[in-house]
Every structure is written in C-alpha cells, then in structure tokens.
C-alpha cells in the first residue's frame, strides 16, 4: 500500500471529529446511558466518512479499504466502545453486503441513506432480518402443519 495525500485527510478528519465531537461528550453520554447516533451519524455521513469505501454512485468516496483502516485506527481513540462499536457496524457490517450484493432499488433505499448518514442501517437491517426469519419460520411450520 502506498501512503497517499488522501489517507492523510482522512485520518487527519477522523481525528479532529474524534476529539472535537466524540471524546470531549464521553462521560456525560456513558452517565445518560446513550449517545446521539442521529447527530453524529449524519455529521459523519456529511465528511464522507460513512462511505469511504463505497460506490461513488451511491455517495460513497469509491476509494480502497486502507482508507476505511485509517478511519477505523482513528475510531479506536474514542475514549468508549459503544460509539466506535455503532460506528463500526454501520461501516463495515451493515453496508458492505448491500453495496456489493444489493439490488439498485436496495441500495437507492437503503445505502445511499446509509451513507449520507440520514439512516442508521444496522438497526433497521437487523429488524428486518428478524421479521423476515420469523415470517419464513411461519412458513415452513405452515408447510409441516
């Protein structure tokens, strides 16, 4: 991998949304039990650090995964693991199958939201999933009874 101008913003842009947006608010957040994913989601989405590595076509940066490892290092400053922990499915569980895998309309509706960070999709996703389990669980007991 070749160092490039471009892994230094990112890292440099993750760094001070850690220490500016993060790190200074841990305390009260991890007192209040909660931390407001919405906000930084959506200020996250806005720097482009919701898609680094995803389709230019989808409002992602289109650029290889070391980008994504230098935001990642970056994440791991955050002085609390659930933040980096949602940050990180959002990242790298919940959207990387979508965009490889997911139909167009899938992807209009759910990774372009994604990645803007208007939409927080691993809740969303795991929700769905279970409801669609469920329904496929009815179905084959359906069959069987």
Request: charged share 25%; proline share 4%.
């Given at each position: 991998?070749?160092?490039t101008?471009?892994h230094?913003?990112?890292r440099?842009t993750a760094?001070?949304?850690v220490d500016?947006?993060?790190?200074?608010?841990?305390?009260?957040?991890?007192?209040?039990?909660?931390?407001?994913a919405h906000e930084l989601?959506?200020k996250l989405?806005?720097?482009?650090?919701?898609?680094?590595?995803?389709?230019?076509?989808?409002?992602g940066?289109?650029?290889?995964?070391?980008?994504?490892?230098?935001?990642?290092?970056?994440?791991g400053?955050i002085?609390?693991?659930g933040?980096?922990?949602?940050?990180g499915i959002?990242?790298d569980m919940?959207t990387p199958?979508l965009?490889k895998?997911g139909?167009?309309?899938?992807?209009n509706?759910?990774?372009?939201?994604?990645?803007?960070?208007?939409?927080r999709?691993?809740v969303?996703m795991?929700?769905q999933?279970k409801l669609k389990?469920?329904?496929?669980v009815?179905?084959?007991l359906?069959i069987f009874?």
């Open positions: 991998m070749k160092w101008d471009e230094e913003s990112i440099e760094a001070k949304f500016n947006e993060i790190n200074p608010f841990v305390d009260q957040w991890e007192e209040d039990g909660i931390f407001p989601f959506k989405g806005d720097l482009g650090m919701l898609g680094i590595s995803k389709p230019e076509k989808y409002g940066l289109g650029l290889d995964y070391s980008y994504s490892i230098v935001f990642a290092e970056e994440m400053r002085q609390t693991g933040v980096g922990m949602g940050i959002q990242t919940s199958a965009a895998f139909s167009e309309q899938l992807c509706e759910f990774l372009v939201p994604a990645i803007s960070g208007d939409n999709t691993q969303q795991l929700l999933l389990q469920k329904k496929m009815m179905t084959v359906d009874y």
